[in-house]
């Protein structure tokens, strides 16, 4: 049954005016204040109360994610209003949807660690094999929904994720624990927080491994293949791949003025999913690193009237394979050449490509105008694809009438050292250099009014430059109501594929691009009902222009390339409350609702949920014991244009949480049981992987998780 969406907002909007009216006049409700609220410093670089900030913040907190039962950041980023977490087939990346805006590779989210992008200058996305990352060691993680360019610069079109870790002075000694669960999975960690001599030292270490939940995929791209040319190589209905070991340390040093902190990440044994070309493959396996440093130096006091930062940080990523099997063997591809064995082989391939990033940043805040704010800041990025590597057993050759179709690279069909002297290297190592500027200024021009207005100016050595401004109306309308009024422009750099690939005739580099950009609206209001309630609504507006497709070249047999052939229009709103319904019960929830039109065809822009639900329940039920339940519905999902499939499946999931500190006070016992109702939730494969993958993406069934926590 569809969700209508002015019954859902009726419905949502009686629950929570209804809660207060459940609460008597001597509940300890109405003695609790609200100086509880969260301060989120992504909006405008300085810590802001939610509800004051020039933008649609949501902070969650350490407490929101061991409430959940949440392990992973996928996991927890449903519960934000407006954003949706779905999959990719190939490695299992999540796709993180925000206001409808979701695409294969997803870089219209930027993500940060600690302030610092984890974005891949190679497909533009957060590494292929990151895939998600735990939560021990999180302080908070801020989203604003939203364009952040004018900050934040490239990839903050829909909205900006920053995942705050722990200080020293928020771990304070040591903690281990263990997680054991479903789907042979195991976690294990330990972080310490202390000070040796003047230096505040956190360190962390999670180690985790897992088997994968291995639902069967009942077709894949083998098989529409073996219905094509006879053959019955296809490994469908078979499991799907997504085992994978990890290792994610973090040190953090500061002392009066500086902090330097290192990060690694490892992916190792990580399964491709439903395959690199949608066929299933289990003996695939990759190997990916992300490595990270920054150093910064903050003077609160550097003169009268300014603060400055600089920061200096490098970010190393490699991504390596065993062969990748394409199709299997049996499989018709590659075509073998006459008199050749390509038939029996199948298509495989090994690339692997190694990337550096260096950065240098400068900014200041100026207190000394009256009524102003005024920050500037600049920089300096380079982005060095330094190598890529590749060997395979095929290569593309246009057959007329037909197009590019791949073919044995010799008689024998043996692995070759693709190079580009042999024309078989797919990419070659590419770098790229960005200056940037930007202003901010926060202007408190009536006693109940904030203009916050901003500029970047963004220049890059291979596509040219970008100007993204943003401003933001803040007006205390009441004592306990807040109102925002903002406009902002944001935009997604191309990546070094879309850009350079030469010889992948299905994806085709395109030098001519220009960055993805969009213009969006928004009109948001914060009210306090009473004590201990508060709630929130926001509305928005966007277009998207110059979107990066892969479009069909005018000799169709002649391959895609990929053009700023896109555009896309949506609106909707997001309506979201927290209340403290007594001293040991919380309610929490939201409802959003949305609908993205293509511009190219004139209809749905398909695959993110028109409206979602989410709703938290929290009792301390007695002394150290806390159960928390959720319920996430996921509703009207719309086919791409062309896609002719049947309709997507809704889908509501249910999860417990049973947390206590009964047994030991240095001891903690969680056990969560996720999807308790065993639902078969899916999420949609695009129109074009139709053929692949006709049955969706299958999500985990019910699954069981223990976690001991202990802390010296």
Known sequence: MRTDPRHALHVFLLAACALPAAAHADDPILLMLSGDEQLVSIATGSPRP????PSVATVITADDIKATGATTLSEILETVPGVHVSRNGFLWQPLYSIRGI???????????INGIPITSGFYGDRGRMIVDLPLESVSRIEVIRGPGSALYGAEAVSGVINIVTKTAGEIDGTES?????????????????????????????????TEGYRRTIAA???????????????????????????????????????????????????????????????????????????????????????????????????????????????????????????????????????????????????????????????????DDLYKVTETKNFTYMNVPGIGYVPVCVDLACSMVTATQANGLLFLAPHSRNLLYAYAQDEW????????????????????????????????????????????????????????????????????????????????AFAWQARPGLRTGLSMFHYRMRDVIRLTANADPTTGSTFRNAGAQTGNGFELEFTWDAATDVKLSGNYAYQRSIDETTHQDAGLAPHNRVYLRA????????????????????????????????????????????????????AFSVRNLFNVDAREPTTAAAAINLPYDLPLPRRSFFAELTYRL
């Not at 979701?102 to 940060?112: D, K």
């Not at 049947?646 to 889908?651: G, N």
Request: proline share 4%; charged share 20%.
């Open 50 to 53: 939610v509800s004051k900030a």
């Open 102 to 112: 979701l695409t294969a590779n997803n870089p219209e989210v930027l993500v940060l």
């Open 177 to 209: 624990g263990l997680r054991a669960g479903s789907f042979e999975t195991y976690d294990a960690w330990v972080q310490h927080g202390g000070r040796w001599s003047e230096v505040n030292v956190a360190g962390y270490l999670h180690l985790g491994s």
């Open 220 to 382: 894949d791209a083998q098989t529409a293949l073996d219905r094509t040319f006879g053959t019955h190589a296809s490994l469908a209905p078979g499991p799907l791949n997504v085992g994978r070991d990890s290792i994610d340390a973090r040190l953090d040093l500061s002392g009066d003025k500086w902090r330097f902190r290192v990060g690694y990440i490892d992916r190792n044994h990580a399964q491709t999913g439903t395959g690199v070309a949608d066929a299933l493959d289990p003996l695939t396996e990759g190997h990916g690193t992300y490595t990270s440093a920054d150093l910064t130096w903050h003077d609160a006091r550097f003169t009268e009237n300014w603060s400055v930062t600089a920061q200096a940080s490098y970010y190393d990523i490699a991504e390596e394979n065993t062969d990748v099997t394409l199709f299997p063997a049996g499989s018709a591809l590659p075509l073998a050449l006459p008199g050749g064995t390509g038939s029996s082989i199948g298509m495989v391939g090994r690339p692997q490509h190694w990337e550096r990033q260096e950065r240098l940043s400068i900014s200041g805040l100026y207190g000394g105008f009256e009524k102003h704010k005024l920050r500037l800041g600049a920089g300096y990025n380079f």
């Open 444 to 523: 408190s021009l009536a006693p109940d009014w904030t203009l916050t207005a901003g500029v970047r100016r963004d220049d890059y050595s291979d596509f040219g430059g970008t100007t993204n401004p943003r401003v933001a109306l803040v007006w205390d309308t009441a004592y306990n109501l807040t109102t925002k009024l903002m406009v902002g422009r944001a935009f997604r750099a191309p990546s070094f594929v879309e850009l350079y690939d030469i010889n992948n005739p299905a994806a085709l580099g395109n030098a001519a691009l220009k960055p993805e950009a969009i213009d969006t609206t928004e009109l």
């Open 618 to 669: 929290d009792w301390a039920f007695a002394a150290g014991w806390t159960i928390s339940g959720q319920v996430n519905r996921v509703a009207d999902r719309k086919r791409q244009a062309g896609d002719t499939r049947a309709p997507i499946a809704d889908y509501t999931t249910t999860d417990l949480t049973l947390r206590t500190t009964k047994l030991h006070k240095d001891v903690e016992l």
